[in-house]
């Protein structure tokens, strides 16, 4: 059984940083393609970050671009999103997701391509 379980949310002024953090466990962690998404109540979700299998291709929306982060670490099946100069539109549930079939190992997930999903972290950032 596939769990992703995220962590590192909270509550920081803005200007501030966050770290978060989402551990896969159930299956083969490498052959993954990651994403990051947010939402907030009455809006679509967001995918604010996407990494490759391979860890060598992201890529992030418009607004966080410069100030976030993706990476991984395959020996800990653990994905991160460091979050840099926080602003108050920052707020939101953020949440992780798994692609377990992307086509090549530098491929990009797009928003459809995601099949397991966690239940998500609260980030609040303070004006």
């Known amino acids: 059984q596939v769990q992703l379980v995220e962590s590192g949310g909270g509550l920081v002024q803005a200007g501030g940083s966050l770290k978060l953090f989402c551990v896969v466990t159930?299956?083969?962690?490498?052959?993954?393609?990651i994403g990051w998404f947010r939402q907030t109540p009455g809006k679509d979700r967001e995918l604010v970050a996407a990494?490759?299998?391979?860890?060598?291709?992201?890529k992030y929306t418009e607004s966080v671009q410069g100030r976030f982060t993706i990476s991984r670490d395959n020996d800990k099946s653990t994905a991160y999103l460091q979050m840099n100069s926080l602003k108050p539109e920052d707020t939101a549930n953020y949440f992780c997701?798994?692609?377990?079939?992307?086509?090549?190992?530098?491929?990009?997930?797009?928003?459809?391509?995601?099949?397991?999903w966690g239940q998500g972290t609260q980030v609040t950032v303070s004006s």
């Open positions: 997701a798994v692609d377990f079939g992307p086509p090549a190992s530098d491929y990009v997930s797009g928003e459809l391509d995601y099949g397991e």
């Open positions: 159930g299956r083969p962690f490498i052959n993954t393609a």
């Open positions: 990494i490759s299998q391979s860890g060598r291709s992201t």
